[in-house]
Structure formats: C-alpha cells, structure tokens
C-alpha cells in the first residue's frame, strides 16, 4: 500500500480486490468492525510481527458489509467511517486556522448567510468593514495567525510517486534531523501605522494570554520566546529579510522543535528543555511567501543566534525505494546526544516542497 508494509492474514485478498487501508496513529471508533483493537485502545499502531514491521490496518469490503460497488479506488473514506487521529492536537493541528472573520461570522451566523453581506465579504474593504461593527479585538489574537501555515510534513510512505519520477536522480534534497518534541511558532506581522503583531503559537493554539491552558504543566512555548527574546530576533529577521529581497515584508516566521526533559518519551537526556528552528518563512503584501532552505534557515539563525535542527546533507539524491529511504533514516544516531535517531525531513532546494521519514525502530520504542 504505497509505501507502507501491512501484515495481513493468508488468502484475505487476492488481485484485484478493493480495500480499505487505515494509517498508523488513527483512532477508530469503538464499534464493529474496530472491537478488536479494544486492547490497543483503538489506535492503529506500528507493530512488530513475525520479525516483520506491519503499519496501519488493511481491511476488505467485506469486513463493512459493502459490495465491490459501493466505492470507488482514491475514495477518502475517513468522515464515513468515523476515524480520526489518535492524538486530539493532531486532527486540529489538520483543520484550516480560523482568522478574525471566521470567529466572526460564527457569532453572527444568521447575518453572514444574508447573500449582500456575502458580497461585501468578497472584498477586504468589506471585511474590514464588516469586521469594523461586528469583530471584537480578541479575535484578532486568540485564533492562529491565517498567514501561518500549521507544521505538518508529509510522511513519505504515501508519496511513492517521488521514487518512480523520470527526474529524480537530477533533483537535489536537503536533509535535517528530525527531532522528537513539540512543535511551535513565532511570527511578526506588521499592521496598520507601522505597528507590529506578535503571537506565540503551539502547532495549533495561539498564545495570546499568559495564562491560556497549555498542554505542558508550564507554557513551554512562552517559555522559550521569553528566553529568546523571541520577539526583538523577529524584528531583526524583518529588516534582514527586507534588506535581502528589496521588498515591502508583511511578516516573518519562525517555527521550530521545543524538546527534552518532560516534552516527549525521547528527551535527549536534558535536564531542561530547548528549542532547534526548522523553518524561516517570510511573505510581502503581494501575496509571495518565501520558505527558506536549510543551508539559508541556518544562516539567518546563526546571525540571530537561534539553535536549528541538524543539517545532515545539502546535496542528497533519493534512493530508488520507499524502504532504502527509511533504512537511511535510521541508519546514524541523533546528532543532538548520539541517542536513537527520530528520523529525517528532506526539504528542496527551493524551501518549498518537503516530507519526512520517521524511523520504524524510533516509532517501535517511543510511540507503539
């Protein structure tokens, strides 16, 4: 199933037949035909079989009382069967980011399904409008920036068409370590008479409040900005990035990995924890939106003074399999204490396109 091994039971399929396959970390729901995960809590799991690695759960048409007819190949089955992530953070971390106008036209439902107030809401004058009578200013910084894309790479087991690609072996891959914490962002966008707004954000909450709940028994991601004087280093990547592209920046963006002691099982043997910057992303007013690659990203850091993550190659062509990929991926130990390694983000040269491979002893120690 791309790029993905299953262990499934002899002579339950044979070609041709329809199946559905559930990915590894989802939770299905308690009720047939899921009853027999009920010992693994209902999440599907990467496990060790017969000294083989099986990921994900691989069902037939059968299993749901379905005929062959009842869907179709590429059908996205998982409203319909009720799965989600496992991990409750991960299916918001999936949602769009609601912006100041959604938190409005939530409160005021009836009024923004009026069609003349949906026309008005097509323009940003009207929204701004709009906005102007019926927004409130917690709007604007308890929901995750919009201009924020939420961190979330690819896995790449469901991208075998990178292996078949008649130019794969012309294209150049920068790798990273990819490191076990939790996700966070910083960003600085500059408003209306020169001002600045500045949020701290998890992978899917924004920090807006000193005391807004935090996953963490103390806010980790205020913790950092606060150490890094996230705020001031942002300011300087805006002129930087200014200054480098000759154009009018609108924001900056920081994002990276905070770990070690109490963050995740794998704590890199600290006592306290840290932070290693994976992505610099900058935009201007015209809508152009630059991600920087990892040989770029490390040196704006090191001017800054921010930690990255580890760079393990800027010249790295894909092998000619899925498998050969995760083999090199847990192939060395972490940069960071010489631990076991998580895996590798593979990032092109452009910043733009990317994925990850997690190693499968990695996920076999920490998260089975």
């Not at 999936?94 to 409005?104: E, G, H, I, L, R």
Request: proline share 3%; net charge positive.
């Amino acid at each position: 199933m791309g790029g993905w091994h299953i262990i499934v039971q002899k002579n339950q399929f044979k070609v041709g037949d329809k199946a559905v396959y559930i990915e590894v970390d989802s939770r299905v729901p308690i009720k047939e035909p899921f009853l027999f995960l009920e010992k693994r809590n209902y999440k599907v799991k990467t496990l060790k079989m017969c000294k083989c690695i099986s990921q994900g759960l691989l069902m037939s048409f059968s299993d749901f009382g379905w005929e062959e007819d009842t869907h179709k190949v590429g059908d996205f089955l998982t409203k319909e069967l009720g799965i989600t992530y496992y991990e409750a953070g991960d299916n918001d971390r999936k949602a769009p980011s609601a912006n100041k106008y959604d938190k409005m036209k939530q409160r005021h439902k009836k009024l923004f399904k009026n069609p003349i107030v949906k026309n008005i809401m097509k323009f940003k004058t009207g929204r701004e409008i709009m906005f102007f009578f019926f927004g409130k200013k917690r709007d604007k910084k308890s929901a995750f920036p919009s201009w924020v894309k939420k961190t979330d790479e690819e896995r790449v087991q469901n991208m075998p068409f990178l292996f078949s690609d008649p130019d794969k072996d012309k294209k150049i891959w920068m790798v990273t370590e990819k490191i076990d914490g939790c996700s966070s962002t910083f960003t600085l966008r500059k408003t209306k008479f020169n001002k600045f707004d500045y949020r701290v954000c998890s992978r899917n909450v924004c920090f807006d409040k000193p005391n807004k709940k935090c996953f963490y028994e103390t806010n980790v991601y205020l913790e950092i900005a606060e150490r890094y004087n996230m705020r001031e280093r942002l300011e300087k990547l805006f002129n930087m990035a200014k200054s480098y592209t000759n154009k009018d920046i609108e924001y900056v963006t920081i994002q990276g990995e905070i770990y070690g002691k109490n963050i995740q099982r794998r704590t890199y043997n600290m006592d306290s924890i840290d932070l290693a910057v994976f992505n610099v992303i900058y935009g201007d007013k015209n809508g152009n939106e630059v991600r920087a690659n990892p040989e770029i990203m490390k040196t704006l850091m090191d001017e800054l003074g921010l930690p990255t993550v580890p760079i393990l190659d800027t010249n790295f062509i894909l092998p000619n399999s899925c498998d050969e990929l995760l083999a090199y991926a847990e192939s060395e130990n972490s940069k960071i204490d010489g631990g076991m390694r998580e895996g590798i983000v593979l990032r092109g040269t452009n910043g733009v396109q990317s994925f990850k491979a997690v190693s499968n002893k990695f996920l076999l120690k920490y998260h089975s």
